[in-house]
Nanobody, 124 residues
Framework: QVQLVESGGGLVQPGGSLRLSCAAS????????MGWYRQAPGTQRELVAA???????NYADSVKGRFTISRDNVKNTVLLQMNSLKLEDTAVYYCNAEITTVIVPGVYHEYDYWGQGTQVTVSS
């Protein structure tokens, strides 16, 4: 059983900062890409930032220069440092990870796992 547990959401004023954290636990063999998505009311879920196991990153244009994604491959955690937050950053943020588990020795299965979501509200 694999779980992704997020923390760090909350209410912040425009221009402020928040840091989101996500920890993966369970019978994990390896983790490929880890990332953060967000979904505002009435919109589709969108990619915010992603990072490979090798450290390559990808950001949505709307957050470039303001958000930084990082990960700890030993602790199986991914962080999202969000600076200069704007009203339009308000959304539920979801952690995502491509995780390989061992079904039986020599048999592996990769699956996309999601966290439960954490609310980020930017408001004055």
């Amino acid at each position: 059983q694999v779980q992704l547990v997020e923390s760090g959401g909350g209410l912040v004023q425009p221009g402020g900062s928040l840091r989101l954290s996500c920890a993966a636990s369970g019978s994990i063999f390896s983790i490929n890409v880890m990332g953060w998505y967000r979904q505002a009311p009435g919109t589709q879920r969108e990619l915010v930032a992603a990072i490979t196991s090798g450290g390559s990153t990808n950001y949505a244009d709307s957050v470039k220069g303001r958000f930084t994604i990082s990960r700890d491959n030993v602790k199986n955690t991914v962080l999202l440092q969000m600076n200069s937050l704007k009203l339009e950053d308000t959304a539920v943020y979801y952690c995502n990870a491509e995780i390989t588990t061992v079904i039986v020795p020599g048999v592996y299965h990769e699956y996309d796992y999601w966290g439960q979501g954490t609310q980020v509200t930017v408001s004055s």
